[in-house]
């Protein structure tokens, strides 16, 4: 994800510091599979709102150091907040400095209940939920939408797969992310389990190439390092396609966007952006999906709460932010980036 500066909503806007600290805050930790989308939820619910909202990405552990600065929306600008500004010690992230968000789930749980620190949570993890839940860190949840975990093979499908077993048993490289570092790999090694008996050796004797991030696996398969990959919905190639190639389409409708921000033309922009992210898709798109399972009735999906987080500051502001994520705006937000929510 250090690719996230790509993003078509943050890239055509210039950096500008923090409001002042009496405006609304809404602190939400996000994962990796929800991180573009809620970039865009947050700058439409800014404009409507004045909220300031400050995204922190939620991290499991990695086998390199990799961190991503958390992101703030005020006024649809990005900034960095002035707790990440004032540390001294700029040579660590400035996530690890104001969170430390690079431990064990169970431990960076464990520190937003320490800080009291945190409005709202959204994550793909049932690992990351079940440890929620324990800690009684979650006072309301509220589904948004749903995943389906399904299988991108290049487009055309050259090796002519109907289903998961198809390239298990032809011997062919299968790429899923590491089910300890992601959700999506949780559901793919227990989808994986039920295809090849024999637990994690027989697994990954056949073909199963583990990776960490998302992008990576979008990536191997774009390369054709792999040949299909386990994913949720088409939601992950979008991501990958606006962090990839949003830069090229950014200084081409730079100026007509900054125009139409500067007349407060919050419908023009947000056209703007919707044929931007059309255009890019269409053109970028590299895979298509193909049946998880054989009999094409079976599927695996999860819902996904956005959770009111027992240390939020104000629980009228927190509901606000779930009834926008719910809204036909939200909604749409959340369709256009792939996933269902209905």
Same mark, same amino acid.
């Given at each position: ?68 600065? /958390? ?11 002035? %707790? ?21 789930? /169970? +431990?960076? &749980? ?25 800690? /009684? ?6 589904? &948004? ?11 055309? @499908? ?29 559901? *793919?090694? #227990?989808?994986? $389990? @039920?295809?090849?008996?024999? $637990? ?11 990776? +960490? ?8 398969? +774009? ?13 992950? #190639? ?12 950014? /200084? ?36 298509? +999906? ?6 094409? $009735? %079976? ?27 719910? *809204? @036909?705006? $939200?909604? %749409? ?10």
């Amino acid at each position: 994800m250090s690719r996230l500066c790509a993003l078509l909503l943050i890239c055509i806007i210039p950096a500008l510091a923090c409001g002042p600290r009496g405006e609304p805050r809404l602190y939400i930790y996000c994962s990796e599979t929800f991180w573009y989308v809620m970039q865009e939820n947050a700058f439409f619910f800014n404009r409507i709102y004045g909220f300031q909202i400050i995204l922190i990405p939620i991290r499991a552990d990695r086998t390199e150091s990799q961190t991503e600065e /958390a992101i703030v929306m005020r006024g649809g600008r990005l900034a960095l907040p002035l %707790e990440w500004q004032n540390r001294p010690d700029s040579r660590t992230s400035t996530v690890d400095l104001y969170t430390q968000l690079n431990p064990d789930i /169970a +431990e960076q &749980i464990g520190r937003i209940t320490t800080s009291g620190i945190g409005d709202l949570f959204l994550t793909d993890s049932a690992k990351q939920l079940d440890v929620i839940q324990s800690t /009684a860190l979650a006072a309301s949840e509220i589904p &948004i939408c749903y995943l389906t975990l399904t299988m991108l093979v290049p487009l055309g @499908n050259p090796q002519h797969f109907s289903s998961a077993r198809d390239v298990i048993n032809a011997n062919r490289r299968l790429g899923i992310i590491n089910p300890s570092f992601d959700g999506l790999g949780e559901a *793919s090694w #227990q989808v994986l $389990g @039920n295809i090849i008996p024999g $637990g994690e050796s027989e697994i990954l004797m056949n073909g199963v190439m583990l990776y +960490e991030r998302q992008y990576d696996l979008l990536e191997a398969l +774009e390369s054709r390092e792999v040949d299909a990959i386990l994913v949720w919905n088409f939601t992950s #190639q979008i991501s990958f396609v606006v962090a990839k190639y949003a830069a090229t389409y950014n /200084a081409a409708n730079e100026q007509i966007l900054r125009e139409t921000e500067r007349r407060g033309d919050r419908e023009g922009v947000q056209a703007i952006l919707v044929e931007m992210h059309r255009h890019l898709v269409e053109t970028k798109t590299f895979a298509e +999906e193909v049946p998880l399972y054989a009999n094409s $009735g %079976e599927r695996y999906v999860v819902s996904v709460p956005l959770i009111s987080l027992s240390t939020a500051s104000n629980f009228s502001h927190t509901k606000r932010f779930v009834d926008f994520s719910r *809204s @036909n705006q $939200g909604r %749409e937000i959340l369709r256009r980036y792939g996933f269902v929510v209905e």
